[in-house]
């Protein structure tokens, strides 16, 4: 286990001029040595394994906050971030996450597990992220003893992470495929192979903004290599998939298309009331209209950019305080409406 | 029955400034002595009524026309302006409409009944369309011989119209008591006092567009003037209850109905495609928005002219041939961009 990849070179991110891979993420879950797991421990045990992993991960990981001491604006604010998980979200008294300065490694400190390492990359970047998760591991197995069975690999609170402790997941924007009608089968056909397909947001939430999140589900008798060349694979024709389902809604349903993405950009560009879930939504649905060449005069860097900053606890912290969720539906429209009160344009001529 | 009313001057039109009350009819079922009902005649008796009622009615009514003569389109058009009934929508055989040449005033000849004569007037005018449609009568009534008894009055195929014979409605547009939830109370009262309250063509069809129709349903042992005056303050009271409802949502829930109107004259600016039904759900919207003073850029004629423009036969007509469902709708959407294109502007600024 945790064998040695090759470092990738730039030829290793996969080229997506379509923006269908968001973001490709690897977790590794690690426990300490003859310590009881988290919901098991004392609070003085847990309060022990916060200090001896802040103090492992102080050079590679220098960000390191106490969940408790966070006010619950900026734990909201890193779980939208996909720093932190939802059981983390109302501040459990001895866990921790400690950051990368960029957040693209992170650690999350008595989740289920002792340690939940993190490396999150933009695009289908599997094999990048897992270099860099597999450096942070390596820096901090220097300083701390990991609960390894020779025969079972990374032990874990939940049996169904033991063996590499590895989810590996890519976060793609499908939106074709659900308006072609063809996104269940496929959720279907990733499941058989042993794929969970979930919402943005992991476990139990729903594919909103047609966005989905393709993870491995096996952890044991599989080497890390094996599991991130087979999603790698496996992403690269769902992506497929969906650019020929794109490319038929663009030829054989365009005006439908247009008249969604249009639709969007005027809503987002006159709404004075907007919730997070339809901001992802109408965003979404520019997204694939700037994908497919049927808008002009926005971007999909703009769009990602809104994306992330209309979420709740981002939206708060740009405003600088908190908002009632009224104030948010009234900050969020008038952020999306500053930047979108000119409707994008058709790029071309419509079809008679 | 049939008694005298005297000639309404110019305060009889209910001043409306908030544009509620849309518009006032006044129908009359006649039938000719001695003919069998419609249903029940022959080809040759229908040929025969239809001439008789077409000659009687050459002066005032000189634009005549066979509805199996007309296009389909054509009987489409006259139902969309509440010239015919759904009941002639398909050109039944030895039916025909005559119309004034400004087509406030008309008579349908062999639909339910041998004649129905109708005067429709704009706002709340129901004096005026009362004195419109009983001049008409009288003037038919000179070189036709109608089938009346002196104990019910007049008779007629359905007995749910005998004695007067006469339905008089108005046309309102109540969207405030729909969206602060009265609408149902006050329909159901309208009801307990013997009113109908439909759709904007009558029975069995929806409240699209928060259209409502208000009419009488007792035509027996009340006469004309009664039925007109109680039905006209029963209008003043319900645009009352619509006018407190606007202001209770100005004050109250300023940016919800901000919101919905200025969401309705994005989408209208910038749908590609669009549905007759949502054509009017969203004018009726930008016209709530209107007459609450919470948009400017656009009046409210031009949504009314658009609210029939956008009616499917009406932009046939106007392209000048048959479209498909498809193709009307993008024409639809084509043409309220052409005019909403740029987006109208919210009055004063939003209330912090």
Not at 18 to 34: D, H
Not at 153 to 167: A, K
Not at 268 to 278: N, P, V, W, Y
């Amino acid at each position: 286990m945790n064998e040695r990849m090759p470092v990738p070179g730039p030829e290793a991110v996969y080229e997506d001029a379509f923006g269908i891979t968001l973001s490709s993420r690897i977790r590794l879950a690690r426990n300490l040595r003859g310590v009881p797991f988290p919901d098991k421990a004392s609070p003085a045990v847990r309060q022990d394994v916060v200090a001896r992993v802040r103090a492992a991960a102080q050079e590679p990981l220098p960000d390191q906050r106490l969940l408790a001491a966070c006010t619950p604006l900026e734990r909201q604010q890193l779980f939208e971030d996909h720093l932190i998980s939802h059981a983390l979200l109302e501040g459990r008294p001895d866990s921790a996450v400690c950051l990368s300065l960029d957040c693209q490694r992170s650690a999350m400190v008595n989740e289920e597990d002792h340690l939940r390492i993190q490396a999150l990359r933009p695009g289908l970047a599997l094999r990048v992220a897992w270099a860099d998760a597999d450096a942070l591991d390596d820096a901090l197995e220097r300083r701390l003893d990991y609960a390894f069975s020779a025969a079972l690999g990374f032990l874990t609170s939940c049996p169904s992470n033991v063996g590499t402790g590895m989810r590996a997941s890519v976060l793609m924007h499908l939106p074709a495929l659900v308006l072609m009608g063809e996104m269940d089968p496929i959720v279907n056909g990733l499941g058989k192979i042993g794929l969970a397909v979930r919402g943005r947001w992991g476990e139990g939430t729903a594919a909103l903004g047609h966005m989905f999140q393709i993870s491995n589900q096996l952890t044991l008798g599989v080497p890390e290599s094996r599991t991130i060349e087979d999603l790698e694979a496996i992403v690269k024709e769902v992506a497929g998939h969906e650019q020929n389902a794109r490319e038929r809604l663009r030829r054989e349903r365009r005006t439908f298309a247009e008249d969604l993405a249009a639709r969007a950009a005027g809503i987002l560009g006159a709404a004075r009331l907007m919730t997070a879930q339809e901001a992802l939504e109408r965003l979404s649905e520019l997204r694939l209209g700037i994908a497919l060449g049927l808008v002009r005069g926005i971007g999909m860097p703009q769009v990602d950019r809104l994306l992330r900053e209309v979420q709740p606890a981002h939206l708060q912290a740009a405003v600088g305080r908190n908002l009632t969720a009224a104030e948010r539906d009234m900050e969020r429209a008038k952020r999306l409406r500053g930047e979108l009160r000119r409707p994008p344009k058709p790029l071309a001529k419509r079809i008679p």
